[in-house]
């Protein structure tokens, strides 16, 4: 007589219904979902410096992470306006490039203030709930203040 004993088929339907259903679903889903999460975003300044577009990317990465490309092209743009200003006086005198380099100056300047005007509301909201939640760290940071 065996030691081993067989399972009646009763118990072993379980097990045949979950590789039934795993068939039948295999069908249908894939095996790995991977979805990517905001395709197409990048989220901060993403830039791709390679041996293809530089001839010195670590150089290249280091001055990055100092200086931006919109710092680098802002003091540029900076120091060109104030020539321009310098040598046309009169705006009418001014060849159409360098005019039009100017009006991208002075909207650039504008989007600036702008931006610093939308901080400020932000500011002022935080510290109004500041002022309403912990009204101890709020005096405190107005002393600090100049």
């Known amino acids: 007589?065996?030691?081993?004993?067989?399972?009646?088929?009763?118990?072993?339907?379980?097990t045949m219904m979950a590789n039934a259903m795993q068939h039948y679903v295999?069908?249908?889903?894939?095996n790995a979902?991977?979805?990517?999460?905001l395709?197409?975003?990048?989220?901060?300044?993403?830039?791709?410096?390679?041996?293809?577009n530089s001839s010195a990317p670590g150089t290249e990465k280091a001055i990055l992470e100092?200086?931006?490309?919109?710092?680098?092209i802002g003091k540029i743009m900076d120091a060109l306006t104030e020539m321009i200003a310098?040598?046309?006086?009169?705006?009418?005198?001014?060849?159409?490039?360098?005019?039009?380099?100017m009006d991208m100056h002075d909207e650039i300047e504008k989007i600036k203030i702008r931006q610093v005007k939308i901080?400020?509301?932000?500011?002022?909201?935080d510290l109004e709930l500041l002022s309403e939640?912990?009204?101890?760290?709020?005096?405190s940071f107005l002393k600090r203040l100049p």
């Open 1 to 14: 007589m065996s030691t081993e004993s067989n399972p009646s088929p009763f118990f072993e339907w379980p």
């Open 26 to 30: 295999s069908m249908f889903a894939p």
């Open 33 to 37: 979902l991977n979805q990517p999460i």
């Open 39 to 52: 395709p197409g975003w990048d989220i901060g300044n993403t830039y791709y410096v390679t041996e293809q």
């Open 66 to 72: 100092s200086n931006s490309y919109g710092r680098q």
């Open 86 to 101: 310098q040598q046309y006086q009169d705006a009418a005198d001014r060849p159409k490039s360098l005019q039009d380099l």
């Open 119 to 125: 901080r400020l509301g932000q500011i002022k909201k």
């Open 133 to 139: 939640k912990d009204q101890h760290a709020y005096q």
